[in-house]
């Protein structure tokens, strides 16, 4: 078996890279174990002076690893660029507050001193997808090293370069060997590796598909495991929304990353008061946004990942249409070379149809009318998952209410879903469970030891 990469704007491929063997597999397992018995006992400081280092290399090569990315999974250039500077700042965010974040916590008890510390579990091992290689990465990496772990990346099969990267970038930022490692594995291949003592936890960003199959095994291995998986995001207009500075992000949120984003903006429910105005705007907006060469600045939208992905979103939309949704743009695969596909929106989708109950990953937006905002929260709530959503209003009550009434693990309010490395990032539903970034997140892989001196 060998991970190839196909650029999906020429479809021609760029890099192979063979699987490992079982007996790589185990050397790096054992490596990473080794790794661990002196990288737990390390400081705060030391492991914040090798991650700044990382973080500094990565930043001096950015242009070069925004076109990997770029090569590998078709996002612009502009947002591949975007991609680094935002996984370098997030090392620098562990690097410099990973210490005060694991302080230990003094808790007043019956004892004479009690409270709580936060200790490293061991390896590591993140299964990571292809939309944001380097960043998915990073996040999981980041903060699991500064707390003390190790870690083993899984990454997905169409990102090898992008996995080598980051392998190469620790090593060459003066981390031990052990401490983070990428094995070429297939899937096949993580139920031995899960069940291995010497794996400790397993965090999984991917489909909700995928996070079954993991987190039956974490669980029948008793491993730790969080879990980020997809989502239908609900992106709120309310009567009081100010459009002229909606409509552009609303934009913005469905056509980020291809379209190709867990958080992007899917469903767009609208108030009957401000429908009209605002689907008119919205149509002309996706109909002028710019597909084309990734590498170009004038290209809003790339190609899609691949062939499978660009036609699973083109049976989406058909079935859609056969059963009644209207295409207002787009709507239809773009021929020639590359797996492109226009921004798409429909109109009176029912739910019974493909995009009226699947998570839509590619650059097609469905637009919902609804009496009220009681309503939008309502269908807001309608669906499986609970990953984040959106209010678009000036009305603070109507913000309110829609954050305290979405079901989500995150909910914005005049901004689109983002992830940011001081606030938790993660799910409810069938989004998963567990949090990613901040606090929340360095301390998911940690052992919450409870301390009590008499």
Known sequence: MSFIAINPTTEEVIAEYPAHTPEEVEAALAASAQAFKKWRTTSFEERAVLM??????????????????????????????????????????????????????????????????????????????????????????????????????????????????????????????????????????????????????????????????????????????????????????????????????????????????????????????????????????MAAAVVGDPMDPATVVGPLVNSEQRDLIDAQVQDSVAKGAVVRTGGKKIEGKGYFYPPTVLTNVPRDSRAGCEELFGPVAI??????????????????????????????SEIDQAIAGIEAGMVFANSIVASTPELPFGGIKRSGYGRELSAQGIREFTNVKTFYIA
């Open 367 to 396: 637009v919902e009318v609804v009496e009220d905002l009681s309503e939008a929260i309502e269908l807001a709530n309608s669906t499986p998952w609970g990953l984040g959503g959106s209010i678009w209003a000036t009305d603070q």
């Open 52 to 285: 700044i280092r990382a973080a500094e290399l990565l930043e001096g090569e950015a242009p070069v690893v925004a076109q990997l990315l770029t090569s590998e999974m078709g996002k612009t250039f502009a947002a591949a660029k975007g991609e680094v500077a935002k996984s370098a700042m997030t090392m620098r965010y562990y690097a410099e507050n990973a210490e005060s974040l694991l302080a230990d916590e003094l808790i007043a008890s019956p004892a004479s001193r009690s409270g709580i510390r936060y200790e490293p579990l061991g390896a590591v091992l993140a299964v990571m997808p292809w939309n944001y290689a380097l960043w998915q990465a990073i996040r999981f990496i980041a903060p699991s090293i500064m707390a003390g772990n190790v870690g083993i990346l899984k990454h997905a099969h169409n990102v090898p370069g992008t996995a080598k990267f980051l392998e190469d970038l620790f090593l060459r930022a003066g981390f031990p060997k052990g401490v983070f490692a990428n094995l070429f594995i297939s899937h096949h291949g993580l139920s031995a590796m899960i069940g291995d003592d010497r794996i400790a936890a397993v965090t999984l960003t991917g489909s909700e598909g995928a996070g079954v199959a993991i987190g039956q095994l974490a669980g029948a291995n008793l491993k730790k495991c969080v879990l980020e998986l997809g989502g239908s995001d609900a992106f709120v207009v309310a009567s009081s929304a100010d459009l002229e500075r909606t409509i552009p992000m609303a934009v913005t949120g469905r056509l980020q990353n291809n379209g190709q984003s867990c958080i992007a903006a899917k469903r767009f429910i609208v108030v009957k008061e401000r429908a009209d105005e605002f689907i008119d705007g919205f149509v002309a907006a």
